[in-house]
């Protein structure tokens, strides 16, 4: 049974037989980090897109501990130009990984790393769909509300989502409920919320809507784990 941890933001960690696989690690920086870089020793880490608070550590943390960086094409090209092992993937594209399944999915959102005056574009912004011992955990990265999810949710038994709830910058409380009753996952968590003022949200609002609506959701605490 896997273990999903979650350490704020976008940010998780997956443990399942010995192998360890953090999403968007973002805990320099991040002020509700529950654990700091030499916490956590993932095996493999998976990038949705390049923004500064989901390429986070991913860097520091892929060339400590020879992991490797599962990102979109640009990204894991740029990954491997500043010395991480990467292996690219694109939307629709799926793989099996000796820890699991891994397929890219869309989002709709940008994807770029800024450096000093420059913006460097990393292709497009992806979600995520992490099959591990017959259970499925779906990261919908940084996206706004889409269509598609139904048919996600009808191709996929998603056991578990984690949706952005924080507004500005993706979906808000209102369209996450509505990416929920798409999706049909058995759980669905709340993320990429209070890390900064322009994302302030309730996740306890977004759960109480998503269970008015008949579908299970729950937060998960900064630094908490679950098995799924
Ligand atoms: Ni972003
Ligand atoms: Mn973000």
Redesign the pocket.
Known sequence: MPKLTYLSHSAFLVENDGDTIAIDPFLTGNPLAPVRVGDIHPNWIILT?G?G??IGDALTLAKRDDATIIAPFELATYCEMHGAKAHPMYIGGSREFPFGRVKMTIAH???SVTEGNTIIYTGN?VGILLTMKGVTLYHS??TGLFYDMKLLGEMNEIDVAVLPIGDN??MGIDDAVKAVELLQPGLAIPMHYNTFDLIKADPQEFVDKVKENGYKARILGFGESLDY
């Open positions: 897109h923004h608070d989901h959102h940008g994807s912004p990265g940084d910058f993706t």
